[in-house]
């Protein structure tokens, strides 16, 4: 079993910055890729971005150019640094880890709240 908490959440103004924190621990062997997901209210949970174990990264097309994931292997953590945010990326994000030859995602964050004010 594996436990994700994520840290980094906050209120920043448009054009602000925030990194995201998602620290795994337990049975972190068994993770392929991470990825961060967000939810607006009211709408469903989409995929920010994702990152495999040997650094693969795919973003979703709003958010290229200004949010990049990262991975720290050694201390089982993945960020989220996002750069010239928008009132539209207001969300609770969230940390998810997908184990080795899982077909979905295996575990979920508790989610953290990036508010951006205009």
């Known amino acids: 079993q594996v436990r994700l908490v994520e840290s980094g959440g906050g209120l920043v103004q448009a054009g602000g910055s925030l990194r995201l924190s998602c620290a795994a621990s337990g049975s972190v062997s068994s993770i392929n890729t991470m990825g961060w997901y967000r939810q607006a209210p009211g709408k469903q949970r989409t995929l920010v971005a994702t990152?495999?174990?040997?650094?693969?990264?795919k973003y979703v097309d709003t958010v290229k150019g200004r949010f990049t994931i990262s991975r720290d292997n050694a201390k089982n953590t993945v960020y989220l640094q996002m750069n010239s945010l928008k009132p539209e990326d207001t969300a609770v994000y969230y940390c998810?880890?997908?184990?080795?030859?899982?077909?979905?995602?295996?575990?979920w964050g508790q989610g953290t709240q990036v508010t951006v004010s205009s």
């Open positions: 990152i495999t174990s040997s650094g693969t990264t």
């Open positions: 998810a880890a997908k184990f080795l030859k899982a077909d979905t995602w295996s575990e």
